[in-house]
Each structure stands twice: as C-alpha cells, then as structure tokens.
C-alpha cells in the first residue's frame, strides 16, 4: 500500500516553514501539525491533498472518533479537537496557496468542525492539580543523597521550587546563570529555552532555607569540588558507559547538557512515586508558587513583582493560566461569606432592638406598621 505522496510531502513542508518562521510557532506545535497531518493522510490512503473534499473530513471525523488510545479506551474530545483544529489550520492554509486555489473549497474546512457540545466539552477547563509545598519538602526529605547522581537530582527538585523555571530552562542553564549572592538566576534568552524567548531575571521565591541550602550545596560542588566554569551546565546530563558485562552503566555525570526536558520529567516522577506521592510534573510547581504568591502578597504591586518573577509580563497572564481558586478554597470563600451575612444580619437585630428599647425607655410610642 503507497505510504507516500510526493506533492504532499512537498507543500507539507512549506507549510511547517510557515508555521515556524511566519507564525513563530514552536517545534513542539509544527510536530503537532505533522502529526495530525500523518493520521489523515494514513486515513485516506495519501491521496493528493488536491482531491480534499468536504467528504473526508466527515469521513476522517467519524473515523477518528472511534480509534482508541494506549489506554485502550476512546481518544479524549480534546485530542479529537486539537487534531482536526490542525487539519482544519492546514487545509484552510492549502486553499490559499498556487495551484490548490481552484481545486479546494474554503469552506469544506468546516466540516473538520465536532459539534458544539463535543467542543465545549473538549475545550472545558479543569481544575489543575498541582503539589503543595508540604509535599515537594517531603519528596525531596525521602530522596537519596549519596551519590553526584542522586545529589543532582534532589538539587533538581529544589531548584524547580526555588525558581518556578520551566523544564526546558532548566535543562539548558549553565552555572554562569545562577548568582547564590543576588538569589536570582538570569534566564537569558540567548542561551536558555525560555517561553516566547523571553530574558528575564528570577529571584528565588521564599519557599524555605532548607531549599536555598540544598541548591547552593549543589553549585558550590560543581564550582569548587568538580571546578567546572561558567559555561558548564547547571544540571548536567548522565555519564553512561558500558561495563565489564558489556551492560550500559551509570558513571557519573556528564559535563554536557540533557538534549531535552524528557530526563528532567523521569526525574520527577522516580522521585514523587519513591515518596509515596502521585506524580506531579515539574510545570505544576509553577501552580504551587501562584498558590503561595495569592497567600503572602498583600498589594497590587507585590502580586505584580512575583508574576513578573515568573516570567509573566501581564498580571493577567498568571491569573489566567495558573490563578484558578481550588474547589476546596472556593468552598471555604462561601462558606466564610456565608458566615459573614449571618453575622450582619444578627448584628442588625441586635441594634433594631437596642434602638426600639432606646425609644421605650423615652416614653415614645411605637406604631408597627404591615
């Protein structure tokens, strides 16, 4: 069976060239795009993308809607949703170009579309569940501290509460990055993978001295004990080799950094399961640290500090994305508000009826009127 359309492959690629360069998206989004773009054509037998009808969107859709995922149940409305929003992007983008103008339909993309009630439930937003301080204090307490290996990846953790860097950060920072006197660490674009590229400073968030200590043991053993320089990785990657068995070993670490954020998220997960805790990823410790900001931030202008200490530009931008009050949180709000208009209300009572006795007690009538 032909696994292979050249014509498509061709404007497949100059359409990731105009995801990446024009609309600046991520590799992660272009690889998103392939992806959505290898079911379809899988689907519908790589026929020329010229010969898009209406008709196979309808036909991929319902397809799509029964295929099932690792877990062996039904993909989720919201991984139906993100694959045939791409599609949708795709031949939108197709119907623009030379030699597809006449040949497809503009408004055939629709019918890419799930029913309303299929997008609102794949579009809902959910409550994030995040650590909380107490239990990162406790994965990091139960973790071992023997090894360079195992000290890295404890100053890992801690790093990532410190901080609130984002994996990707984290895997490309050099020790030059970090200054132990300021307290901050300098996420310069030019060198770390920051969001949207962005340079910005990050002071470390006041999550307790015991998590400064671990990861200022850390630098100070890298810099004074394996005197590595500046532009040496904060984090470095491990040093496997192959053993007497011909078995690979590990054999210390590596002065070069991880390729990606992959080994970083295994890191976290070995760690949260040895401690008894439900794996939490390391983006969530970012909810962990707005949680914090929302209880110690007493003005405007702190709360608008510790976002920018995030990374963020806009306030807005840390309500939205990670601001979200817990159920457990907005069921207190209610009840304490609640609580609050018993109090008024009784309060009332008691000054209508010191005033009616005020009255009384002058020889003033009092007429009740219904």
């Not at 999550?207 to 990785?233: C, F, M, Q, T």
């Not at 939490?280 to 929302?294: C, M």
């Not at 009840?335 to 009255?359: H, R």
Request: charged residues 25%.
């Amino acid at each position: 069976m032909q696994k292979y359309n050249a014509n498509n492959e061709r404007i497949k690629r100059q359409y990731y060239v105009f995801l990446k360069n024009a609309k600046g998206l991520s590799e992660q989004m272009v690889d998103a795009a392939a992806k959505a773009l290898s079911r379809f054509e899988n689907y519908n037998k790589y026929r020329d993308f010229k010969a898009f009808h209406f008709e196979q969107a309808v036909a991929f859709k319902d397809y799509f809607a029964e295929q099932k995922g690792q877990s062996g149940e039904k993909l989720s409305k919201a991984t139906l949703h993100a694959t045939l929003t791409q599609l949708k992007r795709f031949f939108q983008w197709l119907a623009m170009q030379p030699g597809y103008k006449s040949r497809i339909q503009y408004s055939d993309t629709e019918y890419f579309n799930l029913s309303d009630k299929d997008t609102r439930i794949a579009t809902a937003k959910r409550q994030q569940m995040f650590p909380t301080i107490e239990q990162i204090k406790h994965v990091i307490t139960k973790m071992p501290n023997n090894t360079e290996i195992e000290r890295r990846n404890r100053a890992l953790i801690a790093f990532t509460l410190l901080t609130g860097a984002r994996d990707s950060a984290i895997a490309s920072m050099k020790l030059k990055h970090i200054d132990l006197i300021a307290g901050c660490i300098n996420q310069d674009a030019r060198e770390v993978k920051t969001k949207f590229s962005k340079t910005f400073n990050t002071y470390f968030f006041p999550v307790g001295e015991e998590i400064h200590a671990i990861v200022s043991e850390w630098v100070l053993y890298l810099r004074n004990e394996k005197l590595w320089g500046n532009d040496d990785p904060l984090f470095p990657a491990t040093l496997v080799v192959s053993g007497p068995d011909k078995q690979f070993v590990v054999a210390g670490l590596k002065r070069e950094h991880w390729r990606n954020a992959s080994p970083i998220r295994s890191i976290f997960q070995e760690a949260f399961i040895s401690a008894g805790i439900p794996y939490f990823n390391p983006h969530s410790f970012r909810n962990t640290i707005v949680q914090l900001g929302e209880e110690v931030c007493k003005t405007a202008e702190e709360f608008k500090a510790w976002s920018q200490n995030l990374g963020h530009e806009k306030v807005l931008t840390t309500f939205l994305s990670y601001g979200e009050v817990s159920c457990q949180r907005q069921k207190d709000i209610i009840n304490n508000l609640a609580t609050s208009q018993e109090s008024i209300s009784t309060d009332a009572d008691m000054i209508a009826e010191a005033v009616c006795k005020k009255i009384f007690s002058s020889g003033m009538s009092v007429i009740k009127e219904f």
